[in-house]
């Protein structure tokens, strides 16, 4: 991270010094956002295939594709797929950056407020499709099942320790940048001067330039311990909440015998989910992801997949609350659920483990083991792949001060 900054540094520094006659400013650092676990949408939960139905909105795509592929399929294609598009991504703001990615707000005397609504906008849209839904175990027809889900952040609040620090790197980071950017043009100054006296052509001139500026550059790479922290920042930005409210929704459908005459009522749900968590990642070794998390759920669910004596279809309606505990080292992640259900048949729960590996940004194995709902095929045995095809890896920045605020 530290070598790509210097080198975004490096190009900011040449394209201004091609597009000014005066005056280069480094503006701004890039602080990609981190690649979080995969997370399937709401589309995966209603089709009944993922592993886990308490997940968070974790994505900071504007358009991803996942791939669920379980190993248990004698087939080497994915079995289900989920398109999920967040429109904030797509059409973000030139203007953002990460205290407004934070929801931090200079207030009177820069005290600096919390906007526990702002996440918000960044609801996101998803489509699921499962190539064969198994409605029973001596199910040997096609059933393609289809869903559309919604899903974002209705309120997200910080830990006080959270948003110190953060306004702390901030304003060291801004500081850095300050400083940065005047010793660059003036020694952009000097250079110019340089190329005037000994009366050298464009060509020449510019590569004098960039000389200089890459062997200042590498002085800052050997010395300086600034850029090191952009990966503790990164963490900052994506600690554990005090507290976050999630919402999420929507409805599924299948065709039993691959029949498009034969279109069934599946499923309809909307829920809450509430996290809250303990971040241990360190300064000194902020690659190092150290979290415990825990999370809560509330769900209506009108279940039409359940068959009575009779093979034939009926609806259920359903009311879960559980919870899920989870931690995360390095580049594993276990956790466990337990969701409590009552409906109008009998009270039933769900409880099983789950082990994730993050092979990396863009593939998961997922392990799952437990009871499912119901007493009759209930067994939870899930070993699978999670693949995730996004779009370009989404970024905020941290902008210099202008110089009126600093006067």
């Known amino acids: 991270m530290k070598k790509i900054v210097l080198m975004m540094l490096t190009f900011i520094v040449i ?17 990609e956002l981190k690649e979080l676990a995969i997370s399937n949408p709401p589309s995966i939960i209603l089709l009944g295939i993922s592993p886990s139905e308490l997940e968070t909105p974790r994505s900071k795509k504007g358009i991803a594709l996942s791939l669920v592929n379980s190993f248990k399929k004698n ?19 030139n203007e953002m950056n990460s205290l407004k990615y934070a929801g931090l707000k200079e207030g009177d005397g820069k005290i600096y407020k919390q ?6 906008n960044r609801a996101s849209f998803s489509l699921g499709f499962v190539r064969d839904l198994i409605l029973n175990t001596d199910d040997n027809i096609k059933n393609p099942a289809f869903s559309v889900s919604v899903r974002g952040t209705l309120i997200k609040i910080r830990t006080k320790d959270n948003v110190k ?40 001139c510019e590569e004098l330039l960039e000389n200089g500026l890459n062997n200042l550059l590498k002085k800052y790479e050997d010395n300086g311990k600034g850029f090191k922290n952009v990966d503790y920042y990164k ?17 599924s459908t299948f065709f039993s015998d691959n029949k498009f005459s034969s279109n069934h009522f599946g499923k309809l749900g909307f829920w809450l989910t509430l996290n809250t ?32 004596t009779n093979q034939q279809f009926f609806r259920t309606k359903n009311y ?20 409590y259900r009552i409906n109008d048949i009998e009270n039933t729960f769900r409880s099983n483990g789950l082990i994730a590996y993050k092979v990396s940004d863009k ?29 370009e890896r989404k970024s905020v920045f941290i902008n210099t001060p202008e110089e009126k605020k600093i006067e």
């Open 15 to 31: 394209h201004q010094y091609r597009s000014q006659d005066k005056k280069t400013e480094i503006k701004e650092i890039d602080v």
């Open 363 to 391: 593939i998961y194995i997922n392990a799952a083991f437990g009871k499912n709902y119901g007493e009759k095929d209930n067994l939870i045995s899930f070993l699978g792949l999670n693949w995730g095809l996004d779009s």
């Open 277 to 308: 968590g303990f971040d241990f990642t360190n300064k000194k070794k902020p690659e190092i992801e150290k979290k415990l998390n825990f999370y809560g759920i509330i769900r209506y669910l009108d279940d039409g997949t359940t068959l009575d």
């Open 75 to 93: 087939e080497g294609i994915p079995d289900t797929y989920a398109f999920e598009i967040t429109p904030y991504w797509i059409l973000r703001s």
């Open 115 to 120: 906007n526990i609504f702002n996440e918000i």
């Open 235 to 251: 963490s900052l930005l994506e600690a554990s909440p005090l507290l976050s409210v999630d919402f999420a929704g929507g409805y």
């Open 165 to 204: 620090k953060i306004i702390e790197e901030d304003a060291a980071k801004k500081a850095q940048l300050k400083l940065i950017s005047k010793y660059l043009s003036d020694r952009e100054l000097e250079l110019e001067q340089k190329c005037i006296d000994n009366d050298l052509n464009d060509s020449d």
């Open 320 to 339: 879960d609350f559980g919870g899920k505990a989870e931690f995360t080292y390095k580049r594993f992640s276990i956790s466990w659920e337990y969701i």
